[in-house]
């Protein structure tokens, strides 16, 4: 991928937008506005889209992408894991495990930026439990507005059982890459 030290592109604006959404979808739920949470939501799931299709397809892949553009999705998850806690949205239990295995992994890949200048890469398994994530909550949002029936405990042990395998996963190959680079 050809990576170029410009700061206003296309893909970056986009991820700028899905920060600046942040606190606006914040303020809804805790308005409890779920019909504009769930709006924000999509707009922000759109604007992540975009940004990698347009970064990878167009070369806008940036420096400062690569590095906002995780922190951008890591503030959205972790802002949905605190409202929907708060309102009670879903089991405690369950925004425990995945806050933790998020801020464990949030706390790893900026730790291993600061002190390496290194970007993790996300793995399969670790993709997979954040979009598992995304869709859980994304379901509970759409529940909230629409007359659709609410989660079994299944799905919400099959997404913390991904977010804690993604978890052993990182934590594994973060000691591996320290014991290598030793």
């Known amino acids: 991928m050809i990576m170029n030290d410009k700061i206003i592109t296309i893909p970056n604006i986009l991820t700028f937008v899905r920060i600046f959404l942040v606190p606006f979808f914040v303020i809804a739920m805790n308005s409890k506005d779920y019909s504009l ?10 604007t992540d889209s975009f940004d990698g299709f347009i ?5 806008q892949a940036s420096k400062l992408g690569i590095f906002l553009d995780p922190l951008a999705d ?13 309102n ?3 089991p ?12 464990c992994v949030a706390i790893g890949w900026l730790e291993s930026y600061l002190r390496k200048k290194k970007m ?22 759409l529940s909230t507005n629409f007359d659709i029936p609410t989660l ?12 804690i395998a993604s978890l ?15």
């Not at 890591?74 to 708060?86: A, G, H, N, P, Q």
């Not at 398994?125 to 509970?140: C, D, H, M, N």
């Open 37 to 46: 949470a769930l709006k924000i939501v999509i707009i922000a799931g759109l």
């Open 55 to 59: 970064a990878r397809n167009f070369h």
């Open 74 to 86: 890591k503030l959205l998850l972790i802002s949905i894991m605190i409202t929907f806690y708060i």
């Open 88 to 90: 009670k949205l879903a």
């Open 92 to 103: 405690g239990w369950f925004i425990s495990v995945v806050f933790i295995r998020d801020v």
């Open 120 to 141: 993790l890469k996300p793995t399969i398994l670790g993709k997979t439990s954040s979009a598992a994530q995304v869709i859980i909550f994304g379901y509970i949002l």
């Open 152 to 163: 079994s405990e299944f799905w919400y042990f099959l997404v913390s059982f991904l977010s």
């Open 168 to 182: 052993v996963q990182y934590i594994f190959i973060r000691f591996r890459d320290d014991k290598v680079m030793s």
